[in-house]
């Protein structure tokens, strides 16, 4: 029986296609890190064999490559200026450059259409433009990460020349390279991001109200990276029996309801619960609408 379910769920993984922009010579992801930040060897946590080693290195402390890390700041202000909460270069050189990875997907600029080109300011003469970042901070625990930043350009594309699943693959491509078993986050409960976050593993809730933020509606989470699942958000109508086999329900929070999330914070205060949500649930709701809440369900003796 269990040959079965695994030549079944190999059979499904082989009918799941790459986007065809994974596959085009003309764009490439990019390791944007000083020398000795590197992974000393990536890849090798994540068994995910849509990526490979294939990669641009750059070295963001040469004057060289300063032009290429412009152009990853030009990504995160047309993302976030709408949001008011562009990243200051300050912010991006030493939160991002010195301590942690920057990674992404990079296009030869001629690729790039006009009107992208001229709102990222992208230099003709460059070969690469990068066209997404995800930026990831080590903590002090060991094997755990934050992550600092996820941007791309799609929003300033055109629906036909979009690239699709882009912020998922340059997510994944970075927690692969770095191989990352524990991430931290944060999200707002309006915020699109939040369909993405929680479908690259087990995704805890540290905080649902987050004074100390911005925006106070913040979501701090924890996610257990589980590369196994990633395929799972391109086929969303899949079962999500394995899920529900491990969690059960507890309880259904309203997103837009600031008392509730206040309330839930305060439940995760005083008893310590621990709470998760299920990914390819939000995945397959509108932001907004209520999502039920799990905990692990208990081992049988």
Known sequence: MKKKLKQAKKKLKSLIQKPSWLED????PYVFVREENRALNPGVRHQFDWFDHNYLMLDPLKVSSADFGHAIMRIDASAFKKQNMVTPPWVFYDCGVLPGIIVGYAIRTEKLPLYARKELSADIGTEWTPISMFIAIPSVQDGTWMAHNLASINAILKEQDKFHFLGFYTKAFGLWYANIERLYGVTQWHSPA?????NFGEFQLITTYTPLHDYSNSVTYCCIVNSKSWLDIIDRKKPNDLFKKKYEVIGTLKPKDEKAIGNLQKRLEKKGESIFLSGLEILNKDIG?????????????
């Not at 609408?289 to 003796?301: H, T």
């Open 289 to 301: 609408e209520n999502i039920q809440l799990y905990r692990k369900r208990k081992l049988k003796k």
């Open 25 to 28: 010579k003309d764009i490439k």
């Open 194 to 198: 939040l369909k993405l976050h929680p």
